[in-house]
């Protein structure tokens, strides 16, 4: 006999993303090729020269976010001496973009393998992130549309009710702006 209630399971449980199912075994198949390719190549040279590939990757990485953070800050701080002078400009600067894609890149040459190296290398080029820019504001624009439409506000629009012993139960709120002519029922309270 069991003495506590037992909480019934959701049977109307949303399905997991795609990103949620497979981003940890990609995750782990890039680890494992890291690693191999690392074994491969100091088999056919030397760990010396894995370790001096790490190093250079690491160095070439930091100068380029180090690069890319004083150029996104130097394009801020133009921007707001022009909205603070009166002066906007009528579009943005060719230069100022692809920033976060350096950024990236040279994160990905800091993270010690030759693959996130080889990707951060082709981050860098200015054609690449042209293609990868436009493709993540395409796919960006496509999820906007299909969001549901609303305010964030209202989505995430919560209500708390205290019960006479103290207990707080949350709970959403759901407005039915349709009521129409149809004479509605009263809803039962709310028990424990």
Same mark, same amino acid.
């Given at each position: 006999?069991?003495?506590?209630?037992?909480?019934?399971?959701?049977?109307?449980?949303?399905?997991?993303?795609?990103?949620?199912?497979?981003?940890?075994? @990609? &995750?782990?198949?890039?680890? #494992?090729?890291?690693?191999? +390719? !690392?074994?491969? %190549?100091?088999? =056919?040279? /030397?760990?010396?020269?894995?370790?001096?590939?790490?190093?250079?990757?690491?160095?070439?990485?930091?100068?380029?976010?180090?690069?890319?953070?004083?150029?996104?800050?130097?394009?801020?701080?133009?921007?707001?001496?022009?909205?603070?002078?009166?002066?906007?400009?009528?579009?943005?600067?060719?230069?100022?973009?692809?920033?976060?894609?350096?950024?990236?890149?040279?994160?990905?040459?800091?993270?010690? @393998? &030759?693959?996130?190296?080889? #990707?951060?290398?082709?981050? +860098? !080029?200015?054609? %690449?992130?042209? =293609?990868? /820019?436009?493709?993540?504001?395409?796919?960006?624009?496509?999820?906007?549309?299909?969001?549901?439409?609303?305010?964030?506000?209202?989505?995430?629009?919560?209500?708390?009710?205290?019960?006479?012993?103290?207990?707080?139960?949350?709970?959403?709120?759901?407005?039915?702006?349709?009521?129409?002519?149809?004479?509605?029922?009263?809803?039962?309270?709310?028990?424990?």
């Amino acid at each position: 006999m069991t003495t506590g209630a037992q909480t019934p399971g959701n049977p109307a449980r949303p399905r997991r993303s795609r990103l949620r199912t497979f981003l940890p075994l @990609g &995750l782990a198949a890039w680890l #494992v090729l890291e690693i191999w +390719l !690392l074994i491969v %190549v100091a088999g =056919a040279s /030397s760990g010396l020269v894995v370790f001096l590939v790490l190093v250079a990757g690491f160095v070439l990485g930091s100068v380029v976010i180090k690069r890319a953070g004083r150029r996104a800050f130097r394009n801020l701080s133009e921007t707001l001496q022009q909205q603070q002078s009166g002066v906007m400009p009528a579009e943005a600067r060719p230069n100022s973009e692809g920033n976060g894609l350096m950024m990236l890149g040279g994160l990905l040459l800091m993270i010690p @393998g &030759l693959v996130s190296d080889a #990707v951060g290398l082709l981050l +860098l !080029l200015p054609p %690449v992130q042209k =293609a990868v /820019s436009r493709t993540a504001e395409r796919t960006f624009e496509r999820k906007l549309r299909e969001a549901d439409p609303g305010t964030l506000g209202g989505a995430f629009q919560q209500a708390r009710m205290h019960r006479p012993d103290g207990k707080v139960v949350q709970g959403e709120v759901i407005r039915d702006d349709d009521r129409g002519d149809a004479a509605q029922e009263p809803r039962p309270p709310l028990t424990h």
